[in-house]
């Protein structure tokens, strides 16, 4: 008996049978709903040459491109800074001055509750800002928020006993944090950081409500603009595509961090060990 079929039964030749008759049930669903959204946009005329006309044009491609050089712009600067927020306010929370601790808490739990769209649309409005200084400050003070709260208790799932060997030792608190606490934290964490990041990247396209020009932005420009029959579908099927593509190597970027953490922390262990006889 392996260790994995001690956890379940193994199916048997009826239980697979009707795996397989499940998932071929499965299949044809996916299948017939994917025809009719087919069907539906063939039927209205989506796939029309007058509505793809427009993206022959080299004028609304410069306009694409540079709505999508904008988005990686605002989601490089808010992802840059909405981790220094999270590590700094998330160090805060961990402090052990009280003062320090609860006002850091109280600066989380309030942007953490406080819809981003009403954040973007304060700072721009009531403070005047640059639509992009407007998103960026906005996309930092959620998303670093809940990023503080990842980091928190990505440190506070580490065992205790590991906090409590290193100060046995004689490690003062920032060389626990930095030698013990946080790099077996990170990889615990990493899934959820990238996660956020992900919800960041996509949340960007909030900067069109405030007219910066973004990816969604120019988009809106390109099927309300226009003469070609309001081409709000064909737009749709432009953008969207690269929207889950930059998502999609967002996760392979993440998975390729953690496969090489994993890597690295095996190659460690086994360095140490062999070093360990000669020592003795």
Same mark, same amino acid.
Not at 254 to 272: F, L, P, W
């Given at each position: 008996?392996? /260790? &994995?079929?001690?956890?379940?039964?193994?199916?048997?030749?009826?239980?697979?049978?009707r795996h397989r @008759?499940?998932?071929?049930?499965?299949? /044809?669903? @996916?299948?017939?709903?994917?025809?009719?959204?087919?069907?539906?946009?063939?039927?209205?005329? $989506?796939?029309?040459?007058?509505?793809?006309?427009?993206?022959?044009?080299?004028?609304?491609?410069?306009? @694409?491109?540079?709505?999508?050089?904008?988005? @990686?712009?605002?989601?490089?600067?808010?992802?840059?800074?909405?981790?220094?927020?999270?590590?700094?306010?998330?160090?805060?929370?961990?402090?052990?001055?009280?003062? +320090?601790?609860?006002?850091?808490?109280?600066?989380?739990?309030?942007?953490?509750?406080?819809?981003?769209?009403?954040?973007?649309?304060?700072?721009?409005?009531?403070?005047?800002?640059?639509?992009?200084?407007?998103?960026?400050?906005?996309?930092?003070?959620?998303n670093g928020s +809940?990023? /503080?709260?990842?980091?928190?208790?990505?440190?506070?799932?580490?065992?205790?006993? $590991?906090? %409590?060997?290193?100060?046995?030792?004689?490690?003062?608190?920032?060389?626990?944090?930095?030698?013990?606490? =946080?790099?077996?934290? /990170?990889?615990?964490?990493?899934p959820a950081i990238?996660?956020?990041?992900?919800?960041?990247?996509?949340?960007?396209?909030? &900067?069109?409500?405030?007219?910066?020009? %973004?990816?969604?932005?120019?988009?809106?420009?390109?099927?309300?603009?226009?003469?070609?029959?309001?081409?709000?579908?064909?737009?749709?099927?432009?953008?969207?595509?690269? #929207?889950?593509?930059?998502?999609?190597?967002?996760?392979?970027?993440?998975?390729?961090?953690?496969? #090489? %953490?994993?890597?690295?922390?095996?190659?460690?262990?086994?360095? =140490?060990?062999? $070093?360990?006889?000669?020592?003795?």
């Amino acid at each position: 008996m392996t /260790a &994995g079929s001690a956890l379940y039964d193994i199916p048997g030749p009826k239980a697979l049978a009707r795996h397989r @008759l499940y998932a071929v049930i499965a299949t /044809a669903l @996916l299948a017939g709903l994917a025809g009719f959204v087919v069907y539906k946009l063939v039927d209205t005329g $989506q796939f029309s040459a007058v509505k793809w006309r427009p993206f022959a044009y080299e004028g609304i491609q410069r306009l @694409l491109l540079t709505g999508l050089a904008n988005t @990686l712009v605002a989601f490089g600067w808010a992802a840059l800074a909405s981790l220094v927020f999270g590590v700094v306010f998330a160090a805060g929370r961990l402090s052990d001055h009280r003062v +320090v601790r609860w006002a850091c808490t109280l600066v989380v739990e309030f942007f953490r509750a406080m819809p981003l769209l009403v954040m973007i649309f304060f700072i721009f409005i009531a403070l005047r800002l640059d639509p992009m200084l407007s998103l960026i400050i906005g996309l930092t003070l959620y998303n670093g928020s +809940v990023l /503080a709260e990842v980091f928190r208790a990505g440190v506070d799932a580490v065992p205790r006993g $590991q906090r %409590e060997a290193a100060y046995a030792l004689g490690m003062r608190k920032t060389q626990v944090m930095g030698h013990v606490l =946080v790099p077996q934290a /990170a990889r615990a964490m990493l899934p959820a950081i990238i996660s956020q990041l992900v919800v960041a990247l996509k949340d960007t396209s909030l &900067g069109y409500l405030i007219t910066y020009q %973004e990816f969604l932005y120019s988009g809106k420009l390109i099927a309300t603009n226009l003469d070609y029959d309001l081409p709000f579908i064909p737009v749709v099927m432009v953008i969207a595509p690269v #929207y889950i593509g930059m998502c999609v190597l967002l996760s392979w970027c993440a998975n390729g961090i953690a496969g #090489y %953490e994993r890597r690295s922390a095996r190659t460690g262990n086994i360095a =140490v060990r062999t $070093q360990l006889p000669e020592e003795v």
